[in-house]
Every structure is written in structure tokens, then in C-alpha cells.
């Protein structure tokens, strides 16, 4: 498959109108297309949304921020802010709407790019699947009302030393008091391990509040480097 690539909106409508078959190869997806371009931006909201047969059928299933290291994805942490979630909501709607409309049908994850000094927003791109990251925000998701955290982080960049087994590190978290409850939905619990490569462990974490949700990051790693 081609890809043609655009830096701007006005590249794009040029692409339109130079190539009558451009936007047939798109829907035929024969043809890829890239938009690359610069924003201003501080926060990076990712929304989950499901689509289904219909229109009422989808719906969307949480907001959360990405944490950034540079350009570096480390996790999320959610939810997201209210106030924000609720000017992105028509963007996020329009764009379920036109998903359903093209025969997409699952989960998918909108990327946002936020300036907050503006309130302007960008949707940067949609991944029509569930990312690592998300795993553990759905199961935390997936927890009865009643024990659900107000607050979560999920989380892919945990330092521990490589080769620390799932074992080995449920009882550390034990022995800090860091380990998940089921009965109150708080703590921290492990996801997925790339120790024996990178010496990282992959957890999802429950909390009562966002700074008891970042205390709980800071304590779950086994080295701190």
C-alpha cells in the first residue's frame, strides 16, 4: 500500500483536488495516508470508545492523560479532567459517529494534543485497538461501582531489577503495602513484565485520589535510577 504524506490541512485539500481518485483510494484503503505538523499543546487526553452496529450501540468508556517523558509513552493516569472531557466530547462524538459509518466496529483509542492557555485541540489519531496501557485501565474499569478508585494509573515503565518474576514482585509489593485489595479496588497490581529485556514491569494501579495514585507510582518500583 502507498502512503502520501501532508504538513498541513491546506496539503491535504491540494492532494483533493490535484487527484480525482485520492479520497477513493482512502476509502478503499488501497492508499495510506500521513499528516505531520507541529502544535502547541501541554496535555495529551486519551479517550476509549467502543462502536458498535449502531450509533446507540457506541459509546465511550473512559478519558485519561498520557504521562510523557519527552516523547516517550510511559502510562495514563485517569480519569481526566471533567471540564476537558466535556469540550472534547462533540469532537469525540463526531468522530465515533464516522467510525461506526465506515464499518469500524470495537474498541478504539482517540489521541488528543490539548493547549490549555487556549483551550484549542487537536485530534492527533485513532488506534483501532486496545494498547498495553490500556489493559489495566479496563480492568480497573471493570470493578463494581461500589469498590471502583476514583483515581488510577497504568503504568509501563516500572524499574525493577531484570529478570524479577510476576511472584517476586507481588510479594515486594506486599512487603511495602503497596499490593491491590480486591475488597476496596486500592493498590497496586502487575500486568505484564518485559524484565527479562528491559528490567520494566507493566502495572495498573487503584487509588482514592490522584496524589494517592502518584504516592503509589512513586513507591511501586523496585529501583530507582
Given at each position: 500500500?502507498?502512503?502520501?504524506?501532508?504538513?498541513?490541512?491546506?496539503?491535504?485539500?491540494?492532494?483533493?483536488?490535484?487527484?480525482?481518485?485520492?479520497?477513493?483510494?482512502?476509502?478503499?484503503?488501497?492508499?495510506?495516508?500521513?499528516?505531520?505538523?507541529?502544535?502547541?499543546?501541554?496535555?495529551?487526553?486519551?479517550?476509549?470508545?467502543?462502536?458498535g452496529?449502531s450509533?446507540?450501540?457506541?459509546?465511550?468508556?473512559?478519558?485519561?492523560?498520557?504521562?510523557?517523558?519527552?516523547?516517550?509513552?510511559?502510562?495514563?493516569?485517569?480519569?481526566?479532567?471533567?471540564?476537558?472531557?466535556?469540550?472534547?466530547?462533540?469532537?469525540?462524538?463526531?468522530?465515533?459517529?464516522?467510525?461506526?459509518?465506515?464499518?469500524?466496529?470495537?474498541?478504539?483509542?482517540?489521541?488528543?494534543a490539548?493547549?490549555?492557555q487556549?483551550?484549542?485541540?487537536?485530534?492527533?489519531?485513532?488506534?483501532?485497538?486496545?494498547?498495553?496501557?490500556?489493559?489495566?485501565?479496563?480492568?480497573?474499569?471493570g470493578?463494581?461501582?461500589?469498590?471502583?478508585?476514583?483515581?488510577?494509573?497504568?503504568?509501563?515503565?516500572?524499574?525493577?531489577?531484570?529478570?524479577?518474576?510476576?511472584?517476586?514482585?507481588?510479594?515486594?509489593?506486599?512487603?511495602?503495602?503497596?499490593?491491590?485489595?480486591?475488597?476496596?479496588?486500592?493498590?497496586?497490581?502487575?500486568?505484564?513484565?518485559?524484565?527479562?529485556?528491559?528490567?520494566?514491569?507493566?502495572?495498573?494501579?487503584?487509588?482514592?485520589?490522584?496524589?494517592?495514585?502518584n504516592?503509589?507510582?512513586a513507591?511501586?518500583?523496585m529501583?530507582?535510577?
Amino acid at each position: 500500500m502507498g502512503v502520501k504524506e501532508a504538513g498541513s490541512l491546506q496539503e491535504f485539500r491540494t492532494l483533493l483536488r490535484e487527484d480525482p481518485r485520492f479520497l477513493d483510494q482512502l476509502r478503499s484503503r488501497s492508499l495510506g495516508l500521513r499528516i505531520e505538523s507541529a502544535v502547541k499543546a501541554k496535555k495529551f487526553p486519551n479517550v476509549m470508545v467502543l462502536i458498535g452496529e449502531s450509533a446507540a450501540e457506541s459509546r465511550l468508556i473512559y478519558g485519561s492523560d498520557q504521562i510523557l517523558a519527552g516523547n516517550v509513552h510511559k502510562g495514563n493516569i485517569g480519569p481526566a479532567d471533567k471540564d476537558l472531557m466535556e469540550t472534547l466530547m462533540p469532537s469525540v462524538q463526531t468522530t465515533m459517529n464516522w467510525l461506526q459509518r465506515i464499518g469500524f466496529r470495537g474498541l478504539a483509542g482517540l489521541d488528543f494534543a490539548v493547549d490549555p492557555q487556549t483551550g484549542k485541540f487537536w485530534l492527533l489519531e485513532i488506534n483501532g485497538r486496545v494498547n498495553g496501557n490500556n489493559g489495566a485501565g479496563f480492568l480497573i474499569h471493570g470493578l463494581p461501582d461500589a469498590i471502583r478508585p476514583k483515581a488510577w494509573v497504568a503504568s509501563n515503565a516500572i524499574k525493577v531489577p531484570v529478570g524479577t518474576t510476576h511472584e517476586e514482585y507481588v510479594r515486594f509489593l506486599a512487603e511495602k503495602r503497596l499490593a491491590f485489595d480486591a475488597a476496596s479496588g486500592i493498590g497496586v497490581f502487575p500486568v505484564n513484565s518485559l524484565t527479562g529485556v528491559k528490567g520494566l514491569m507493566q502495572v495498573g494501579i487503584g487509588a482514592g485520589s490522584m496524589d494517592e495514585a502518584n504516592r503509589f507510582l512513586a513507591g511501586a518500583a523496585m529501583l530507582v535510577r
